[in-house]
């Protein structure tokens, strides 16, 4: 069946500009979750969805960075103002209760030049 | 908050050989760790995962356990092969909810043959 999604699967943008990155997860699953893998670097959380609310934003790195789901399905995570050090690939996963396998999207590597 | 440790952080075998990969963490409320293998270029995928309710679990060559009481959880690869080479990464649930995940900052393991 279809998996995790994300769009776009490269970015590159100019320092300044925003961008916003997509992700559609696994139909019926609830739960949706961002995070951030910098080269050779381990997988940071930035934010998770429980239906379309986000009990938890503590992992956004500073306010340029927001997320928003709709409908319980899509999520758009939106980086304002982009710097070079927002360079990375942003992983994206959703799973369908808790204690349950977390199915990873292909990701989106963003570069800012 | 939850923090998971990792270690070590580059491990070389022989082919053959076993394999051992240890992780901590801080939050006693946390029940579930999964771990995940990450080959090069692709997006991690789950390769075991054990409940606090569990002190061991094994899936053929793989097998984890866990120590509730010292808040360690290890992976043991035995007979490794090259196709074994990737990043693992560990993780422990956030909480009692259990839904979000906190990744341990990964273990290149290189099998050489």
């Known amino acids: 069946g279809a998996g995790v999604s994300q769009s776009p699967s490269n970015k590159v943008t100019e320092k300044g500009k925003d961008v916003e990155l997509r992700c559609d997860p696994i139909?019926?699953?609830?739960?949706l979750y961002w995070y951030r893998q910098s080269l050779g670097q381990g997988l940071e959380f930035l934010i998770y969805?429980?239906?379309?609310?986000?009990?938890?934003k503590s992992g956004l790195p500073s306010d340029r960075f927001s997320a928003e789901r709709t409908g319980g399905s899509v999520s758009t995570l939106t980086i304002q103002r982009t710097q070079q050090e927002d360079s990375a690939v942003y992983l994206c996963?959703?799973?369908?209760?808790?204690?349950?396998?977390?199915?990873f999207g292909p990701g989106t590597r963003l570069t800012v030049t | 908050g939850e923090n998971v440790e990792q270690h070590p952080s580059t491990l070389s075998v022989q082919e053959g050989d076993s394999a051992v990969i240890k992780c901590t963490y801080s939050?006693?409320?946390?029940?579930?760790f999964p771990w995940y293998k990450q080959e090069l270029g692709k997006r991690p995928q789950l390769i075991i995962d054990?409940?606090?309710?569990?002190g061991e679990k094994k899936d053929q060559r793989i097998a984890v356990t866990l120590n509730k009481t010292a808040k360690h959880f290890s992976l043991h690869i035995t007979e490794t092969q090259p196709e074994d080479s990737a990043v693992y990464f560990c993780?422990?649930?956030?909480?009692?909810?259990?839904?979000?995940?906190?990744f341990g900052k990964g273990t290149t393991l290189s099998v050489s043959s």
């Open positions: 996963a959703s799973l369908s209760g808790p204690g349950r396998e977390q199915y």
């Open positions: 139909s019926g699953h609830t739960a």
């Open positions: 969805f429980q239906g379309n609310s986000a009990p938890d």
């Open positions: 939050d006693s409320a946390s029940n579930y």
């Open positions: 054990i409940r606090s309710n569990v």
């Open positions: 993780a422990a649930s956030m909480g009692q909810a259990g839904t979000a995940l906190i």
